[in-house]
C-alpha cells in the first residue's frame, strides 16, 4: 500500500450537481496531483498543488477545482456535473514537484447520471 | 491529442514468454519516461522508469529500451507469470516536472 488514502471510493450524482473528492498523501509529501482515469484509458493529468498554491493544470474546465490545506490533505471539486465527468478519480503524492515517484491513491469511483 | 501512444490495447502471453508494450512520443520536452501498472481497484504502481540519456534499463525480468532518435520507447516483461496479469501504462513527464502524460493502457493477460 502507497498510503495515500482517497474518500469516497464510489459516488453517485446527477448532471448538473457538484462533487467534492478528498485526498490524503503520503506522510511528508508536500505535492498532489488528481488525474481523471476514463473506463478503458490512461489518466489525464488534473492539477498539481504544492504547498498550497496551484503548481499546473491541464487541460480541464475551471469547473475543475482543487484545494491544499496545511496538512498537505487535498480536495478536488467539480461543479456542473456532466455525463463525460463519469471517471476514477485519482490522486498522487510525490515529496517535492519534479520528483520522479508519485504514490498513486486507490481512487474514487464518479459515476454521473 | 495523445501526446504517448501506446501499443498493443491488449496482449495475451503464455506462462514464461515475453511480454513487449510499445510506446511513441513527439514532445522533445518529455525527461523521464515511466512505466506504471495497475491492478483492478488500485492505483497505478510505478513499475520501472528511464531517462532519454539511458538506452536500457533493466529491474530484475523488466526491462525498457529506449529509442530517442525514434521517440520510442518499450517495456520488455521476460519469463511473463499469471501475476503480471494487469494494465500497463507508459508515460511521460515535461521538463517542469510537474504533469505527466499517460498512454491509453495495455491489458496483459499472462496464461497459465
Known amino acids: 500500500e502507497t498510503g495515500v488514502t482517497q474518500s469516497p471510493t464510489h459516488l453517485i450524482k446527477t448532471r448538473g450537481q457538484q462533487v467534492t473528492l478528498r485526498c490524503s498523501s503520503q506522510s511528508g509529501h508536500n505535492t498532489v496531483s488528481w488525474y481523471q482515469q476514463a473506463l478503458g484509458q490512461g489518466p489525464q493529468f488534473i492539477f498539481q498543488?504544492?504547498?498550497?498554491?496551484?503548481?499546473g493544470r491541464g487541460n480541464f474546465p475551471p469547473r475543475f477545482s482543487g484545494l491544499q490545506f496545511p496538512n498537505y490533505s487535498s480536495e478536488l471539486n467539480v461543479n456542473a456535473l456532466e455525463l463525460d465527468d463519469s471517471a476514477l478519480y485519482l490522486c498522487?503524492?510525490?515529496?517535492?514537484?519534479?520528483?520522479?515517484?508519485?504514490?498513486f491513491g486507490p481512487g474514487t469511483r464518479l459515476l454521473v447520471l | 491529442q495523445q501526446q504517448v501512444k501506446q501499443s498493443p490495447q491488449s496482449l495475451i502471453v503464455q506462462k514464461g514468454g515475453i511480454s513487449i508494450i510499445n510506446c511513441a512520443y513527439e514532445n522533445t520536452a518529455f525527461d523521464y519516461f515511466p512505466w506504471y501498472q495497475q491492478f483492478p481497484g488500485k492505483g497505478p504502481a510505478l513499475l520501472i522508469a528511464?531517462?532519454?540519456?539511458?538506452s536500457e534499463k533493466k529491474e530484475g525480468r523488466f526491462t525498457i529500451s529506449f529509442n530517442k532518435s525514434a521517440k520510442q520507447f518499450s517495456l520488455h516483461i521476460m519469463d511473463s507469470q499469471p501475476g503480471d496479469s494487469a494494465t500497463y501504462f507508459c508515460?511521460?513527464?515535461?521538463?517542469?516536472?510537474?504533469?505527466?502524460?499517460f498512454g491509453t493502457g495495455t491489458s496483459l493477460t499472462v496464461i497459465p
Open positions: 498522487a503524492s510525490s515529496l517535492v514537484p519534479g520528483l520522479e515517484t508519485q504514490y
Open positions: 498543488y504544492y504547498r498550497e498554491e496551484e503548481n
Open positions: 508515460a511521460a513527464r515535461t521538463d517542469t516536472g510537474n504533469q505527466f502524460y
Open positions: 528511464i531517462r532519454p540519456d539511458v
